[in-house]
């Protein structure tokens, strides 16, 4: 009997208050809205205070400066690796970031976060982990962003830009369980939890004597917990993720891409700014992996072509072949598993060959489907 590692408790930062930003700073220190805490309470001394220590005061203020940088991100143990993932690069390219206090990470509650008793497909809608993000991005409470491409819409806010992707992690989906080493080991029955109706389709096209807990919500600590605790007999969780946390001693194994085909830019990390603020888009530029971001476009081409929401089993991958070459693999399915139709393309590694490679997928697949193949 397997056991599960004990890092299940949420790291250092947690999640912000439920309606604030809480900022975090390089060297430990919190602010709200860039105005460091012990400035606020200078302001609410007694005048007959202030006046003993005029000069003090003066000198403190002058000294406090707003971030160079303040990074918006969500607040679970996942989200805010990436966030830190961020923060280091920008330190090591660009010496006056990384002096203290130059970055702050602004931790931002979204609806996806606020809303767990449900499942991703009932609550409806796009942008259910990026919308309060981007809102603060555009309102200037905060100067970059920074999420996962998995949950951004294939549609960009007014007034932002998304010019940099991080280079990609392992794309390939894990397999956790503590009674079997494989899908194929579970006896008939067997329940497994995800909330991902991709996985789920897959999953019941291949194993159809299995059943799926689909409201099976949380970060990945909270995911892992309810598996130990026998709610599921097993569950498959994105092993970039698992790896950015290095929790991969979790992994019973590793199902390949022809098993479980990704979602559409999973294991990337995209990082948006304002359109017309240049300073960010500059040090963007400097930390953008063009191969993960030609390839994620591909994929996204795919994805605004179907038109896919999160009631929409899809799956798209685009890597770098042998030759140099782009080869693009996509499937859509029917929610319940039934019907799985997928496609390839192989072409140039190169933007306007992989945007069309990926719409042309992407209208193939619309053309076999049919009217009502999503409903079923």
């Known amino acids: 009997m397997r056991t599960l590692a004990s890092s299940l408790s949420t790291s250092p930062g947690g999640c912000a208050p439920s309606g604030g930003l809480v900022n975090f700073s390089r060297g430990g220190s919190v602010s709200v809205l860039g105005l460091p805490l012990q400035h606020l309470k200078l302001q609410s001394l007694p005048d007959s205070k202030k006046k003993l ?26 989200a805010l690796a990436q966030a830190h993932e961020t923060r280091d690069k920008l330190m090591a390219s660009h010496p006056e970031l990384a002096e203290e206090g130059a970055i702050e990470i602004v931790v ?41 491409m998995k949950d951004v819409p294939t549609y960009l806010p007014d007034k932002t830009i998304l010019p940099c992707n991080l280079p990609r992690e392992d794309v390939r989906d894990a397999f956790i369980s503590l009674s ?3 899908l194929a080991e579970l006896p008939a029955g067997s329940v497994i939890g995800t909330a991902s109706l991709r996985r789920k389709s897959q999953l019941l096209n291949r194993y159809p004597s299995l059943k799926v807990e689909d409201n099976f919500r949380g970060n990945v600590q909270t995911r892992l917990r309810k598996l130990s605790d026998g709610v599921v007999k097993a569950t498959l969780l994105a092993l970039a993720g698992l790896r950015r946390l290095s929790m991969t001693e979790n992994v019973t194994s ?45 994929e996204r081409a795919f994805l605004e ?9 899809i799956a798209g ?16 399915a029917s929610p319940d598993g039934t019907r799985v139709l997928e496609t390839s393309r192989k072409g140039a590694y190169s933007y306007e060959d992989m945007i069309m490679m990926g719409k042309d997928a992407g209208k193939e697949l619309l053309s076999r489907a049919g009217p009502g193949f999503f409903d079923v």
Not at 317 to 332: I, P, R
């Open 317 to 332: 991958y685009a890597s770098k072949d042998e030759d140099g070459n782009c080869l693009f693999k996509g499937l859509v």
């Open 305 to 313: 072509t179907l038109d896919g929401s999160c009631r929409t089993p």
């Open 180 to 182: 079997a080493s494989s």
């Open 108 to 148: 931002i509650k979204t609806t996806g976060d606020k809303i767990l008793s449900q499942p991703l497909a009932d609550i409806g809608g796009k942008g259910l982990f990026t919308k309060e993000i981007d809102e603060a991005l555009i309102n200037g409470d905060i100067d970059i962003a920074v999420h996962s």
């Open 53 to 78: 220590g005029l000069g003090v005061i003066k000198a403190s203020v002058a000294k406090t400066e707003v971030a160079v940088l303040r990074i918006g991100t969500r607040g679970s143990p996942l």
């Open 254 to 298: 590793v199902l390949s891409i022809d098993e479980m085909l990704p979602a559409v830019a999973q294991g990337a990390i995209g990082i948006a700014c304002r359109t017309n603020d240049e300073k960010m888009a500059k040090y963007l530029a400097s930390l953008n992996h063009e191969e993960t971001r030609l390839a994620v476009s591909c």
